[in-house]
């Protein structure tokens, strides 16, 4: 591993994703998802990400640059065509829309087919909530995931995001509902870790610590029977509302040669906040935050507080990198091989 400053991450990236023929400003939008991912701790979705883009780009299954095409089915339903563009290009495009039309309905509800992989979904909450907008996000991916009791991927990892704004940074809840995610799995795999127990399953149905193992198997639920209803529930609400595929019909978020399948739905809703009320709901978090013992050996965390602090230290460190996989973003951005302006 070496720790690569964030601005030189960024600036690789970016040159990767031109020379794939992405336009600059999308270049910048999708690196920005990605180094976010590393900065908060999120390796998952972050840079090891962005070879596989430009493979996908190169074999025509993701286009450089579409911004989608939106069509209004009513005043507060935005149905969107992502025409196999770049995942935060298209729904951002989307939700810029979505926003604006919130705050004169109320609410407003986006769904995107024909999309690339969106990545991190607390990146898409923060941003809206950020504009005072209360938002959720839902995904789905590959069948991933297996069924409580059962031995083979049947469903998505099929996240969701909620995010609520707040006095400073908003609250973003952001979780899979599998124990975690497949990209976690590949992380583990690419660094040639062994898994913790109960993660996952072979391609047999039996249990295993063997990363790559598991990325030809499945991943466990999280909450046993109670994490596989809710994602069954947010898989199915996804194709009702996007018209996706379903289930092992889904294709193309970690393959470079597929279309990419899945659904994205987000739910912008304005909440006309009043005077002090993002003030209480930090108060409030203070106080969940302060309910833990006073020597700190039971700390109380929200969600988002671990990333924030990570956050905060690559920024001064770096983004820990396999050496790797920087030298392949070098090379994407056909640079040489040798790294520069490392920090270790």
Same mark, same amino acid.
């Given at each position: 591993?070496?720790?690569?400053?964030?601005?030189?991450? $960024? %600036? #690789?990236?970016?040159?990767?994703? $031109?020379?794939?023929?992405?336009?600059?400003?999308?270049?910048?939008?999708?690196?920005?998802?990605?180094?976010?991912?590393?900065?908060?701790?999120?390796?998952? /979705?972050?840079?090891?990400?962005?070879?596989?883009?430009?493979?996908?780009?190169?074999?025509?299954?993701?286009? *450089?640059?579409?911004?989608?095409?939106?069509?209004?089915?009513?005043?507060?339903?935005? !149905?969107?065509?992502?025409?196999?563009?770049?995942?935060?290009?298209?729904?951002?495009?989307?939700?810029?829309?979505?926003? &604006?039309?919130?705050?004169?309905?109320?609410?407003?509800?986006?769904?995107?087919? /024909?999309?690339? /992989?969106?990545?991190? =979904?607390?990146?898409?909450?923060?941003?809206?909530? &950020?504009?005072?907008?209360?938002?959720?996000?839902?995904?789905?991916?590959?069948?991933?995931?297996?069924?409580? +009791?059962?031995?083979?991927?049947? =469903?998505?990892?099929?996240?969701?995001?909620?995010?609520?704004?707040?006095?400073?940074?908003?609250?973003?809840?952001?979780?899979?509902?599998?124990? #975690?995610?497949?990209?976690?799995? /590949?992380?583990?795999?690419? %660094?040639?870790?062994?898994? *913790?127990?109960?993660?996952?399953?072979?391609?047999?149905?039996?249990?295993?610590?063997?990363?790559?193992?598991?990325?030809?198997?499945?991943?466990?639920?999280?909450?046993?029977?109670?994490?596989?209803?809710? +994602?069954?529930?947010?898989?199915?609400? #996804?194709?009702?509302?996007?018209?996706?595929?379903?289930?092992?019909?889904?294709?193309?978020?970690?393959?470079?040669? %597929?279309?990419? @399948?899945?659904?994205?739905?987000?739910?912008?809703?304005?909440?006309?906040?009043?005077?002090?009320?993002?003030?209480?709901?930090?108060?409030?978090?203070?106080?969940? !935050?302060?309910?833990?013992? &006073?020597?700190?050996?039971?700390?109380?965390?929200?969600?988002?507080?671990?990333?924030? !602090? #990570? !956050?905060?230290? %690559?920024?001064?460190?770096?983004?820990? =990198?396999?050496?790797?996989?920087?030298?392949?973003?070098?090379?994407?951005?056909? &640079?040489?091989? @040798? *790294?520069?302006?490392?920090?270790?």
């Amino acid at each position: 591993m070496i720790n690569v400053a964030s601005a030189e991450a $960024r %600036r #690789v990236s970016e040159a990767a994703l $031109r020379r794939a023929g992405v336009p600059a400003q999308a270049a910048a939008l999708q690196v920005d998802l990605l180094i976010e991912a590393e900065l908060r701790g999120r390796a998952s /979705h972050g840079l090891l990400r962005l070879p596989r883009l430009t493979d996908r780009i190169a074999n025509g299954v993701a286009s *450089p640059t579409a911004t989608g095409r939106m069509e209004w089915r009513s005043d507060s339903f935005l !149905r969107v065509d992502g025409q196999n563009g770049l995942g935060p290009v298209v729904a951002m495009e989307a939700l810029r829309s979505g926003a &604006e039309r919130a705050r004169r309905t109320g609410v407003v509800v986006v769904a995107i087919a /024909h999309n690339n /992989h969106l990545g991190m =979904l607390a990146w898409y909450a923060e941003k809206i909530a &950020e504009q005072g907008l209360v938002t959720l996000g839902f995904t789905t991916s590959e069948a991933l995931v297996h069924a409580w +009791g059962g031995r083979t991927a049947m =469903l998505g990892t099929n996240p969701v995001a909620i995010g609520v704004p707040q006095e400073g940074t908003p609250f973003v809840l952001d979780m899979a509902t599998s124990l #975690v995610s497949m990209g976690q799995i /590949h992380d583990y795999a690419q %660094r040639g870790e062994a898994l *913790p127990p109960g993660w996952a399953l072979d391609a047999n149905g039996e249990p295993t610590t063997d990363a790559v193992a598991a990325t030809k198997g499945s991943i466990a639920p999280f909450g046993q029977a109670k994490g596989y209803a809710l +994602g069954l529930a947010l898989e199915l609400l #996804v194709v009702a509302l996007t018209d996706s595929a379903i289930g092992r019909d889904v294709t193309g978020t970690l393959d470079s040669t %597929r279309v990419a @399948s899945k659904g994205d739905v987000f739910i912008l809703i304005d909440p006309g906040l009043q005077p002090g009320t993002t003030e209480r709901i930090g108060a409030y978090l203070d106080l969940v !935050r302060a309910s833990g013992d &006073e020597q700190g050996e039971r700390r109380v965390a929200v969600p988002g507080d671990r990333a924030m !602090r #990570v !956050r905060a230290e %690559r920024l001064e460190t770096g983004i820990p =990198l396999p050496r790797p996989l920087w030298a392949k973003l070098r090379d994407l951005a056909g &640079e040489p091989a @040798s *790294p520069t302006k490392e920090l270790t």
